[in-house]
């Protein structure tokens, strides 16, 4: 992303540019509010006012939202500007930083079974699979465990595995 042009400042390609932006914004507040979250007794119109410029820095980078968005704040009710605006912050992080991973939201059908429906388009041809588990055992024994515990494919072909009680990825 970036490369040294000489031995004290960064340089940054052109395709670079919105991401230097972006990590400028998110520069520029994050020493203010490290500082609000150590010492949390600072009044908190101070925290939103912090919370509001970085959010509208990043506004710079949406197409989908206006300054609009930011919500405005009430000390009476500091409730209805917090949650809202940590929510753009978040959607505009995501919005700036895409991700070429994709969550996908798995049912049980039966006490042991998961599902997960590949209807996404970019998971098609070639897409790399991984299946994150997470266990209140240790990492080592889900490491060790879990590969004889778990058979992964298509619906028929899972089926297939556990009918014939073989372990493995299909």
């Not at 520069?27 to 009044?43: G, I, M, W």
């Amino acid at each position: 992303m970036r490369r040294e042009s000489n031995e004290r400042l960064a340089d940054f390609a052109v395709a670079d540019v919105s991401l230097f932006w972006l990590l400028n914004a998110l520069n520029s507040h994050a020493r203010v509010l490290t500082e609000y979250e150590r010492f949390p007794s600072r009044p908190p119109e101070q925290v939103w006012a912090e919370l509001a410029r970085l959010a509208g820095s990043m506004l710079t980078f949406s197409l989908d939202h206006d300054l609009d968005a930011i919500p405005g704040y009430d000390h009476e009710e500091p409730a209805n500007a917090f949650p809202p605006l940590f929510d753009l912050i978040t959607g505009l992080l995501e919005a700036s930083l895409p991700s070429r991973v994709i969550a996908l939201e798995m049912s049980r059908p039966d006490g042991q079974t998961w599902k997960a429906n590949l209807h996404d388009i970019r998971l098609r041809e070639e897409a790399d699979l991984y299946l994150s588990v997470r266990s209140d055992i240790p990492a080592w024994q889900v490491a060790e465990k879990f590969p004889a515990l778990c058979q992964a494919g298509s619906p028929d072909d899972v089926r297939e595995i556990y009918g014939a009680a073989l372990k493995g990825i299909l």
